[in-house]
């Protein structure tokens, strides 16, 4: 049979997951390996080519059933010539991963930033299904997005659109990595609820987060439910810049949907009900009334799928 599977690749700083994906979304087989940043830029290209081809041949499968290969990494990203610009858990440097993949294997092969491939695995497969206008936000270490506007991801002149997480809240906020001060990312991130946890501790505060020696927002989440006001304090703010940066995109996109994924979102149901407490009181009324605010769907699968799911929507276009 041909054309019937697609392969989605998630390339991360730690693991490279991959896996055969039907044209339904759904996972046949999966292998994930250690990046090995140390091995330079080079072994990780062998490496992931060695890990398609492995699937491929496990599955018992011909290329000419592969329709093509979809490959969601880490931005910026030079999205026409197919190259990583640089990523700081990466050691690529205008380093191009498409075209000895192209020339390997012979099928398309298509690269997106993680968050739009994640977009547009739930558009196709996850919270999204059966909408035109889409965003979708994730909020773990970092908080990225993607827009799928008319039924097609929407890049940007650049490329480089959506980067909800340096959307300015506080204009002499905390340092961010991105140079600039007061940034989503750095007020509502995975990473600033820790932040914040930590400082409070050190601060010598009474508060049942001392107990721990790594706090990560896990553990907030967890002590704020067990009533510690320190711990639903911190979560409190970080999670009202969550619903502010969500309100600013609403009111700029004026979605059907609007799907919260990461880390943060898997933690607690709070998150959502935070956030539409807060859309609701700074969106635009006409607009906050007709968005649907949901949890994304694919959980611990969007990157493979989401990578599945940009070779599908790709693929299409041809
Ligand atoms: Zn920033």
């Known amino acids: 049979m041909k054309d019937k599977f697609v ?29 090995n940043v140390q091995e330079g830029d080079a072994a990780i290209l062998s490496n992931m080519a060695a890990l398609i081809e492995g699937i491929i041949k496990k599955c018992e499968l011909s290329m000419n059933e592969i329709k093509g290969i979809g490959i969601g990494a880490p931005g ?24 000895p993949l192209r020339s390997k294997f012979n099928v398309p092969v298509y690269l997106d930033n993680d968050a739009n491939a994640a977009a547009i695995g739930e558009y196709m497969f996850g919270a999204g299904r059966g909408s035109r206008n889409m965003i979708f936000i994730t909020v773990s270490t970092g908080i990225g ?69 790594n706090i990560t927002a896990k553990e907030v989440f967890k002590e704020a439910k067990l009533g510690d006001h320190r711990a639903k304090e911190i979560l409190n703010r970080a999670l009202n810049y969550l619903g502010i940066c969500v309100a600013n995109v609403m009111n700029c996109f004026d979605p059907e949907v609007l799907i ?23 969106c635009f009324k ?33």
Not at 10 to 31: M, P
Not at 262 to 280: A, F, L
Not at 293 to 316: D, H, P, Q, R, Y
């Open 145 to 213: 997005a993607g827009a799928v506007l008319n039924g097609d991801i929407y890049r940007g002149n650049t490329q480089n659109a959506l980067e909800v997480g340096h959307m300015t809240l506080k204009e002499d906020g905390p340092l961010c990595n991105c140079g600039n001060r007061g940034c989503a990312e750095v007020l509502a991130s995975g990473t600033a609820i820790a932040r914040e946890a930590k400082r409070v501790v050190k601060e010598g505060t009474v508060t049942s987060l001392c107990k721990y020696k």
């Open 260 to 282: 919260i994924g990461g880390g943060v979102s898997e933690g607690d149901s709070m998150v959502i009900d935070e956030v539409k407490r807060v859309v609701k009181k700074r």
């Open 76 to 99: 910026p990203l030079n999205l026409v010539n197919g190259e990583i610009i640089c990523t700081p858990n990466l050691p690529f440097k205008n380093f191009n991963i498409v075209n």
């Open 286 to 318: 006409i607009i906050s009334e007709n968005t649907k605010i949901c949890k994304a769907e694919l959980g611990t699968n969007a990157g493979v799928i989401g990578a599945a799911a940009l070779a599908i929507l790709e693929s299409k276009k041809v």
């Open 7 to 35: 392969i989605g690749v998630d390339l991360g700083g730690t693991k490279i997951c991959a896996a055969l994906v039907s044209l339904k979304g759904s996972i046949i087989y999966e292998k994930t390996i250690p990046t």
